[in-house]
């Protein structure tokens, strides 16, 4: 799988590390230095590693993928993307009709992007764009594109 920054999780605890220093990592995370020079430590070349959280943290959303929970693995990849203005979305060609025919898709577009000026309008009413409504806003919007890759796929479908 291709990221858009080429880090593995030892290496973005390496360089946090060096970056926020032992005492700030230990008040962020309450492990002892010990714990996160092993979460640090290059597997390849350390006999002693240990898992780190962000290593914890995707088999805990691939564990709720396999068990159907996509939905919740997808809200906590936000909740973790949100301090950064950031937002995960599906690449794209992921997504797959869940209708198998354009017209459908196309009025669930229809929907989505009437739920998105919704969502602005009301985020708008009062003049002020407040944190909660930009998410919605982006949600909206990220829900918009994903049915907007079903339509491209329901109309692009080779039929079998």
């Given amino acids: 799988m291709r990221y ?15 970056t926020l220093s032992d005492g700030r990592m230990h ?4 492990r002892t230095t010990r714990y996160m020079q092993m979460w640090a430590a290059d597997p ?4 002693v590693t240990r898992r780190n959280v962000l290593d914890q943290v995707a088999l805990f959303l691939d564990a709720l993928d396999d068990h159907g929970r996509r939905d919740v693995a997808h809200a906590a990849l936000d909740l973790l993307a949100a301090p ?60 918009a594109r994903h049915e907007l890759d079903q339509l491209l796929d329901a109309g692009t479908r080779r039929e079998p």
Avoid at 4 to 18: G, L, M, N, P, V
Avoid at 101 to 119: H, K, Q, S, T
């Fill in 84 to 143: 950064l203005g950031l937002a995960v979305v599906e690449k794209d060609g992921t997504a797959t009709s869940d209708k198998g025919c354009p017209d459908l898709e196309l009025a669930d577009l229809a929907v989505a992007i009437g739920e998105l000026g919704a969502r602005i309008r009301e985020a708008r009413k009062d003049g002020r764009l407040e944190t909660t409504e930009l998410i919605r806003i982006r949600n909206a919007h990220d829900k």
């Fill in 44 to 47: 390849r070349h350390c006999g």
């Fill in 27 to 30: 008040e962020i995370f309450g």
């Fill in 4 to 18: 858009r920054y080429q880090y593995q999780s030892h290496q973005i605890f390496h360089i946090a590390r060096k």
